[in-house]
């Protein structure tokens, strides 16, 4: 039987999403700041209103819970969840007032896909889009594949820290408590930043002659999207406007390094490293990046995309390397990837749909889920023909020897069914809008996985239901379902519970 929440239960919610809200009002003084730098004073103004709203709700919230500060699985994962759909809401309001966006709803639409690392986005004439907005939305990757619950619990943050940590579909528990786990992955954060902006920045200075301020911007807002798996760009071409094969192999390196759990970071740092090649989640992401790379470079010869074997591997392998670490950058236009098909299609579809390791920035069914799904139907497999009696090793490594167990088979199994029912849940809307099968389900697969390759359906002139239906895609794919389903678990209660 399900219990109606009482008043204590929405103080209690409230304290903690009002924490939130003022460590994203102390974000925004950020892009406040870089509009008073660049006087563009239509952005300021608008940027202060944002952080008005979030530091007079924040502030109200948190005061009038004060006493209320028992967090437990529940509430944590109703602040989760609420998060991710007030933060877009209220982060929009520098878009909405840009004139850069057709409705409210497109405007957000970007923040949604800016807080959830997808990178899809509805903006209009993004190269003359002031350099503070731009900003805005490339913090935003930055606010959402770090996490905001993390910088909560760094800053401010007490008990009930650990269901704000999984809500946000993280399970990496690197060191003795969530806080300091949330601090080494700040302290990568920022080591990655400062290598990011500068490599980048060099490149954009000393090859492609930028100015210092310009490739500065540049290198740092690609790292955003690049170490967050975000996929936004400053320019409509996305990596593809900096035509430099050294660009990109920089740029892979931080959206290899964004689509690695935690955990790998923390052996590469302290060790133990030999331990990873062992590891299942590390032997499986490259399995299946050398499987859907071979598709998609057969498939693209077959089509003949490219004139040579030079240029076909290129960007080849940065865009199925973009797809499976869930990033979406691209140097190819969607009016060109529209066309690839079969085995190039296929590629593609499967890499976005998989996505990166658990605890990432990364989306999709994850590599930990795949390992797992494959090991478990090894195990099953190997019961069957072994003599009867025979005891089946049901153990895998992930930094340890560890016991695959029937809950956790069928836990795995639910999680990756339920990413396969959204990518095409999202696919039949799209059909019936008169989409073709092909660019529905990789626009659908791109959504839910948050990736942020297009093909051409996501567009300002796309129905509006398809709109929403993508919002929600980002919305579940980046809370990984179980924090969702505890607010509506919530909302049905208010309703029904006793």
Known sequence: ML???????????????????????????????????????????????????????????????RDEQRLDWGHGMVVVA??????????????????????????????????????????????????????????????????????????????GAMTLYYGEGRDDHILP?????????WVVAVAHLVFGVLALGAVAYFVLGFGWIRSLFHGLMIFFAGFDTGGFAPQSTSVGYYHSAVFEFIVSILMVAGAMSFAVHFALWRGPRRSLIRNLEARTIIGTFIFTMTLVLFGLAAMNAFGDIAGLSRQGFFQ??????????????????????????????????????????????KSMRVGLTATSMRHEIQSILLPHGAIVDRSYFQFRNKQLTPALARSVLTMSLLYITLYIAGAVIALAYGVPLQ??????????????????????????????????????????FIAAFALIGFLYSMVRGK
């Open 320 to 365: 199925v390397l973009s797809a499976h670490t869930g990033t979406g950058f691209a140097t190819v236009p969607p009016t060109e990837m529209v066309r690839w098909s079969g085995l190039a299609f296929a590629g593609m579809a499967i890499a976005m749909g998989l996505g990166g390791m658990a605890s990432s920035t990364a989306g999709g069914i």
């Open 3 to 65: 219990i109606r929440p009482i008043g204590s239960d929405f103080r209690t919610i409230g304290f903690y999403l009002g924490r939130v809200f003022l460590v994203v009002a102390a974000s925004g003084l950020f892009p406040l700041a870089w509009s008073i730098a660049g006087r563009e004073w239509g952005p300021f103004s608008s940027f202060l209103l944002m952080i008005g709203v979030f530091v007079v709700l924040g502030a109200a919230m948190a005061l009038a819970g």
């Open 177 to 185: 408590s969530v806080r300091s786990t949330a601090r080494f992955i």
């Open 439 to 480: 660019q529905a389900l990789f626009e659908s697969v791109s959504a839910g996985a948050n990736v942020g390759l297009s093909v051409g359906v996501t567009d300002p002139s796309m129905p509006i239901l398809l709109e929403i239906t993508y919002i929600i895609q980002m919305w579940l794919g980046r809370l990984e």
């Open 82 to 159: 609420v998060t991710w759909l007030a933060v877009p809401l209220i982060g929009s309001i520098p878009f909405m007032l840009s004139g850069h966006f057709a409705s409210p709803l497109d405007a957000y639409f970007d923040a949604m896909s800016g807080l959830s690392t997808t990178g899809l986005s509805l903006v209009q004439d993004l190269d003359h889009l002031a350099p503070s907005l731009n900003f805005w939305r490339h913090l935003l990757h930055f606010l959402g594949g770090q996490g905001i619950v993390i910088a909560v619990l760094v800053l401010v943050a007490g008990g």
